[in-house]
């Protein structure tokens, strides 16, 4: 390979030890990038709302779970390693998210419309709000 391709490409190695893997559903956005350990899923300051998230472990045979405090519908059904929790195409707000896992800790803090950073949750403990209207605009995820 030309030494040129390397140009703007990502070059560190992949995580050889468990790892968590995410994506955010934005407003006016969509699908975002994959995120990885620890990194921003979302946006901050431009008031855009988290959609949907799906969540998976990687490089662990751990199971992993999800649920969301949708606007309107309540707390979703319990989400495994993977699957989609939230809304596409439906214009709703993620208000709130809980996270466990069966053999790691997991944390979490979300960016909440109007109020900024959360601070760290771990396993199943409620990140954002309920009953308040707001939305969860970004968030991260790691292991611990």
Do not use: F
Request: glycine letters at 10%; one cysteine or more; proline letters at 3%.
């Amino acid at each position: 390979m030309n030494p040129l391709d390397y140009l703007g490409k990502d070059l560190s190695p992949a995580p050889t030890g468990p790892s968590v893997v995410y994506q955010a559903h934005i407003e006016n956005i969509g699908w975002q990038s994959v995120k990885l350990n620890g990194q921003i899923a979302g946006t901050t300051c431009q008031g855009l709302r988290l959609e949907a998230l799906t969540v998976r472990l990687e490089n662990t045979i751990a199971q992993l779970k999800i649920e969301a405090h949708v606007q309107d519908y309540g707390w979703t059904a319990v989400r495994n390693n993977g699957e989609v929790v939230g809304t596409i195409g439906l214009n709703k707000r993620v208000e709130a998210i809980r996270l466990w896992s069966d053999k790691h800790k997991i944390m979490y803090r979300t960016h909440l419309q109007e109020i900024g950073w959360s601070n760290w949750k771990t396993n199943g403990e409620v990140s954002g709000t309920v009953g308040q209207n707001r939305a969860i605009e970004a968030i991260e995820i790691k292991l611990s």
